[in-house]
């Protein structure tokens, strides 16, 4: 949850290719509207697909948007379709699906897993890479061993679809004993520390 974070999620969802991706967003924590917004600014080029997931409690705060669009983009409207329109070409045009609260993670799961399942099918020169943002959301929404069975069940699942997924966590907002719970479920953990992304694990 630093300055940065925008950056570093990108680079993990672009790899080497980003017209090659098929990038699934899990946003607990922002809308599909910010995540459009983050990545036209930092990749600006289209990936081959890309889906993002939100909680409905945005629409209900804020419309369909699901936050309030940045000033240059207020005044665009969400077509009768499921994309979110995209400001320019080349940008960031996924299909929005939504699940009741970050806490149904029955729903989470299946549109995750779905998502996965479908474009596992898709050209094999296509990557699919997901982000999911975040684990403190999740926690604030499910008790420790909820999220830890759902995630590890998730991990598995992308890693036998063949995708690459990374994970956001503010351990500020956790005991210790949260994050080492949370750490061994992952191949790699990056911390950001004086300034910098540092691999912990």
Known sequence: MVADEDGACTDLLTLDDPERRRVLCVCLSHSADHRRTVW???VGVSPADA???V???QSMLYGEWGSEPEASE???ALDTGRRVPVAEAGGFDPSVERVGSPGDLTT???RITERLDAWETGPTDH???VCFDSVSTLLQYTDFQGAYKFLDALVNYVEDAGAIAHFHMDPGAHDEQTVDGLRQL????YAYEDGEWTLRQ
């Open 40 to 42: 036209n600014r930092t």
């Open 51 to 53: 889906a993002v997931i």
């Open 55 to 57: 909680p409905d409690r």
């Open 74 to 76: 207020r005044g665009a």
């Open 108 to 110: 989470l799961g299946v």
């Open 127 to 129: 990557r699919t890479v």
């Open 186 to 189: 992952f191949h790699s953990v």
